[in-house]
């Protein structure tokens, strides 16, 4: 479709800008809460467990970025081809990149996939992938960020061809509260609500929230323990997160790892050495080594003990799409 300003009510049409041009936008970030409800005014979508993607093209070939603005088009190669044969040459789109392990996405999954330079590697991994889109931020020359969530996700159903690896990421609307018991039943990570009626805002926003039904979140690797037994590589991560720009310990990481992950984080953490402790905490790991606080893990746990530590952490992967001073606790 060539002209999306057909679909857009009289009342929105106000709203609607030129596009300044370029295939990168800065993604809207959800809040967490733990207030399930249900509200006719919200949409409620499924929770991916994959990167977040915007993708663009501004009448070149479409580019992929992660959420911090990295490139990330040789990892998913068959998606920017996919995007190639939309009949659109001029398109910001949002969305989550996903593998799946059966019915279910998994990051660890997609980890075989997320760091990869190298296109043709990344087919070659076996790994197949989708794009679920879920938002559109411009499109033929026009910025639609200013329009209503619910008009923004009917125009993308109307200007984009849907089949894989691309898919339209569905929603309910108004009933979150059944809609997140099914989600957990079926293991999913829960749902995300965003207010169907507010423009597309850049960075962290209450109109799009956070329903988990598990708990995980990123945190920065600060040092690890040597490995006992008949282990490779190392012990436990040794991780944190930034609170007042000081590195907060939040306790160690032991399981979640094969023998490869093992080997080859080990070689990360040993460039990047120091001889001090990067935590602002006293850290009771006799001949801990310390790393400068430069990765980020996606840590699953089951709760936060009282004196701010994790319960039952799981190493999930490494992230490339979040610089390690923005991960905060999330709350």
């Known amino acids: 479709m060539n002209d999306p300003l057909r679909l857009v009510d009289r009342s929105e049409q106000a709203r609607l800008r030129a596009w300044r041009g370029g295939t990168w936008h800065e993604p809207t970030l959800a809040t967490l809460t733990h207030h399930r409800f249900s509200d006719s005014d919200w949409l409620f979508e499924r929770k991916l467990d ?3 993607v915007i993708a663009g093209c501004d009448g070149g070939r479409p580019v992929l970025w992660s959420r911090n603005r990295k490139r990330v088009d040789a990892a998913y190669p068959e998606v920017v081809d996919a995007l190639v044969e939309q009949c ?10 996903v593998a799946f392990e059966g019915d279910r996405t998994s990051f660890a999954r997609l980890q075989k996939r997320i760091h990869l330079t190298d296109p043709e590697a990344a087919r070659r991994t076996g790994v197949a ?13 026009v910025d639609l960020t200013g329009l209503s969530l619910r008009t923004r996700k009917r125009l993308l159903r109307e200007c984009f061809e849907f089949a894989d690896p691309l898919r339209f990421s569905a929603h309910r609307v108004g009933d979150g509260e059944a809609f997140f018991r099914e989600a957990c039943r079926r293991g999913w990570e829960g749902l995300i609500a965003k207010r169907a009626d507010r423009p597309y805002r850049a960075g962290r926003s209450r109109d799009w929230l956070k329903f988990k039904c598990v708990s995980d979140q990123e945190f920065v690797i600060g040092g690890f323990t040597d490995p006992k037994g008949g282990r490779s590589g190392f012990g436990a991560l040794l991780i944190g997160y930034y609170q007042g720009g000081r590195l907060r310990y939040a306790g160690k990481v032991g399981t979640g790892y094969d023998e490869r992950t093992l080997r080859e984080l080990r070689a990360e953490l040993d460039r990047r050495a120091r001889t001090s402790s990067p935590f602002a905490d006293d850290v009771a790991e006799p001949g801990a080594h310390w790393v400068a606080p430069e990765l980020v893990a996606q840590i699953g746990f089951t709760e936060w003990t009282e004196d701010g530590k994790l319960r039952h952490p ?3 992967g490494l992230r490339n799409d979040k610089r390690p001073e ?6």
């Open 50 to 52: 994959g990167v977040r």
């Open 88 to 97: 659109a040459d001029r398109f910001v789109i949002d969305g989550e990149v």
């Open 129 to 141: 992938v989708h794009y679920y889109v879920f938002d559109l931020i411009a499109f033929g020359g």
């Open 314 to 316: 799981r190493f999930s």
């Open 326 to 331: 923005d991960v905060v606790r999330e709350a």
